[in-house]
């Protein structure tokens, strides 16, 4: 449907508000500067739009109805068309009066209804500022309170009591992580030491072996090499390696041979209970 055509938009019947000012001034609008203005015959061309003149219901009623009744005039002497011409246009007039009534009557009541929602934004703006205001009052601190006291609180008994049983757990969980793994290394010299040379019956083994070529071992390893190179893919030159070390790290191994953990649990006991359960739950 189209949009209704107001019935005073030619000139309105009151003056704008403030509201309506500021939202008009936004526009822009008219001819801007350096731009010459348009010519027409009879009609004047302005750079800014002067406001359409305030023209009150009563004042438009008195010019366009009331002004407009013909006078003197003897219906004796008029006919039946022109009696039926004169009775409408009677008609007409009056309806026309009762529409622009009831239409300020409408604008007054819709201006009453946009001023009472505007009252009660500025009231919901003002106490929105106002409690924004407060609690910033309440909970942001100023330059002052920094000045006058400490800037952090101070901790309670029960808070520095925990704080010193949170250090001495945290110093002591270091210690032991730092002694197990000292205790590593110490197990894989340990066991690295089956292999050192400590008597001249092994040093005379080592030197013969080193210096001495042992074809059988050099055409093994050929070989090896050889299958490792044919084929396809990479990373299998150090396919034992990473083998090796994937194995430590799940079995808690060191090269093969028992870690730390499984000499500690085998030390403690707990190894042999755990064998000694897996064989019952086995046996069930």
């Known amino acids: 449907m189209p949009k209704v055509r107001p019935v005073f938009k030619r000139h309105p019947i009151r003056p704008l508000t403030e509201q309506e000012l500021a939202k008009e001034n936004k526009v822009e609008q008219g001819f801007a500067e350096g731009v010459p203005l ?36 003897d219906e004796s002497k008029l006919s039946a068309e022109q009696l039926w011409e004169l009775k409408r246009n009677e008609i007409r007039r009056d309806y026309l009066k009762q529409a622009y009534l009831a239409e300020a009557d409408r604008l007054q009541r819709l201006d009453a209804y946009r001023a009472k929602e505007e009252e009660k934004k500025k009231l919901h703006s003002e106490a929105s500022e106002y409690q924004q205001s407060d609690a910033e009052k309440l909970t942001l601190p100023t330059l002052d309170s920094y ?46 030491a089956s292999n050192f040379i400590t008597t001249e019956e092994e040093l005379e083994a080592a030197i013969t072996e080193a210096f001495e070529v042992n074809f059988s071992k050099f055409d093994g390893s050929q ?43 085998t030390l403690s006991g707990e190894l042999e209970q755990l064998k000694r359960e897996a064989q019952l739950a086995i046996n069930k």
């Open 38 to 73: 348009p010519k027409k015959t009879g009609f004047t061309f302005q750079r800014i739009q002067p406001p359409k003149p305030v023209v009150s219901v009563e004042e438009r009623i008195r010019k366009t109805i009331e002004e407009r009744v013909p006078t003197n005039v």
């Open 223 to 265: 070989s090896i090499i050889e299958s490792r190179l044919a084929s396809t893919g990479s990373g299998y030159a150090n396919i034992d390696y990473n083998e090796r070390v994937i194995s430590d790290h799940v079995l808690g191994e060191l090269n093969g041979k028992p870690g730390f953990q499984t000499v500690k649990d």
């Open 147 to 192: 000045l006058e006291g400490p800037i952090m609180r101070p901790r309670t008994d029960a808070e520095e009591l925990i704080l010193q049983e949170q250090r001495l757990l945290n110093r002591k969980t270091n210690e032991l992580h730092a002694k197990e793994a000292k205790a590593n290394s110490l197990l894989d010299l340990y066991h690295a």
